[in-house]
């Protein structure tokens, strides 16, 4: 110890790099000071808020935001996003972009971030390149109180849109791509008395089912299989059941994935409360030769829908099918497929119930249906078609109505599970005309 002291009295050089020391060390301290005492107070003061593009509240929470913006104008930086308008008109809005900026909302002022989640998928490829919106709110002494009236705010502004279809198209790199569309009635469909009453219940006894799914271990998720002729409302079917259980439609280009990843990352992009969509299963898988081939694979599909990957949240999966018997009975089993919908072709009963429904004050209206039932194999898309070219079909009051009734939001009246005959397994059911 003697010996360190008269080193360092003794050595003008350790003296003066010990000096340095600690004037470096409290240097850095008082830098530091003012992030410190700032971190602490905005710990102490301010509440955050985390809304992930997946939520179903996400678009409601994007609007509030922006009409909520102080600088004059709204946010600095703006992103364009297309809406849907009266009848078939799509316009385009804006909405706060990658941006960070002040709002008054509920009373309170919001430091509100918006940016972009880079996806962390392992081994790199399309699934490192997932990328999506999360909003970051950090209100000022805001209380739980204040973070309720919030959340009413933004349900409220989510049910104003209860009259609108979200449809979402999830391509290859995970981003998903949303459109407002009216929502369709049940009795927008030219099908059988009682077909589609059937599979809606049965699809609401399983939401209403998550206490038994998870007695017995089973993930919570529903498959749907629906094929029949083309031109049958295969798409009509599951416009309306989405629309009628209050769910996002989301769409997935199977023709366009050019791997596994890209389908794993259209997969990863699908949110919450959501009836997913896959059109003609039948020609998505290619024979790969190689493995350079492009093209989905028969077993990479099947662990997206049933395997780790698939979520156990009350996904709705439909797939739909021109060609049933081209299908692998591995991808249609029970367990995968729990319910089965030969959507059938053209009824007289259901045309003329149809016709009845829609054009009420055509009095040729029967004529032309049974113009239609002479062709081989009618189906809904012949019968819309044929009527769709008569001069009156825009001029007539019933037409006007059934806007109406494309944009009905009244709850379906669900009927009993009538039509609904079990499989050899009790997971699965099938619906026929």
């Known amino acids: 110890m003697d010996l360190t002291t008269t080193l360092f009295e003794s050595t003008p050089f350790v003296q003066g790099g010990m000096a340095l020391m ?54 600095r930086s703006l992103e364009v996003r297309a809406v849907s308008g009266e009848g078939d008109d799509i316009s385009s809005t804006f909405a706060a972009g990658s941006d960070a900026f002040w709002a008054r909302l509920c009373g309170k002022w919001c430091r509100v971030h918006i940016g972009r989640e880079q996806g962390s998928g392992g081994g790199g490829g399309a699934a490192a390149l997932v990328c999506r919106f999360m909003i970051t709110v950090e209100v000022l ?21 209860h009259d609108r279809q979200i449809v979402e198209f999830c391509d290859r790199w995970g981003c998903r791509h949303s459109l407002k569309l009216p929502k369709r009635s049940p009795q927008t469909l030219c099908l059988p008395q009682g077909f589609y009453e059937s599979a809606e219940s049965r699809i609401r006894e399983f939401l209403s089912s998550r206490e038994q799914y998870d007695l017995v271990g089973i993930p919570w998720r529903f498959g749907i299989l629906l094929h029949g002729k083309p031109g049958t409302g295969k798409t009509s079917l599951a416009h309306v059941l989405a629309s009628q259980l209050g769910f996002r439609l989301c769409v997935i280009p199977l023709a366009d994935l050019q791997s596994d990843e890209d389908l794993v990352s259209a997969f990863t992009a699908i949110g919450d ?47 739909s099918t021109n060609h049933i018997e081209q299908l692998d009975p591995a991808l249609i089993r029970p367990g995968r497929v729990d319910l089965r919908v030969e959507v059938p072709t053209l009824t007289r009963d259901a045309a003329a119930d149809y016709v009845d429904r829609l054009f009420a004050h055509v009095p040729s209206r029967h004529d032309i249906v049974a113009e239609v039932m002479e062709l081989a194999e009618p189906t809904p898309a012949m019968l819309l078609n044929r009527i769709m070219r008569e001069p009156w079909h825009r001029k007539t009051p019933a037409v006007q109505a059934s806007s109406g009734i494309l944009r009905s939001n009244s709850p379906a009246t669900v009927a009993g599970p009538r039509n609904l005959k079990p499989l050899d397994s009790s997971r699965s059911t099938q619906v026929t005309p």
């Open 273 to 319: 409360n959501t009836v997913v969509l896959l059109e003609d299963v039948d020609s998505a898988f290619r024979k790969r030769k190689n493995q350079d081939a492009e093209g989905i694979t028969f077993s990479g599909f099947l662990n997206c829908i049933d395997g780790m990957l698939a979520p156990h949240n009350g996904r709705i999966l439909i797939m």
């Open 141 to 161: 002494f805001g209380s739980r109180e204040d973070l309720a009236r919030m959340l009413v705010e933004a349900r409220r502004r989510s049910v104003v849109c």
């Open 22 to 75: 600690i004037a470096g060390w409290l240097g850095y301290q008082l830098r530091e000071a003012p992030n410190r005492i700032y971190s602490f107070l905005r710990h102490w003061t301010t509440r955050e808020i985390e809304i992930r593009e997946q939520s179903p509240l996400y678009e409601a929470w994007l609007e509030m935001l922006t009409e909520s913006a102080v600088r004059p104008g709204g946010p």
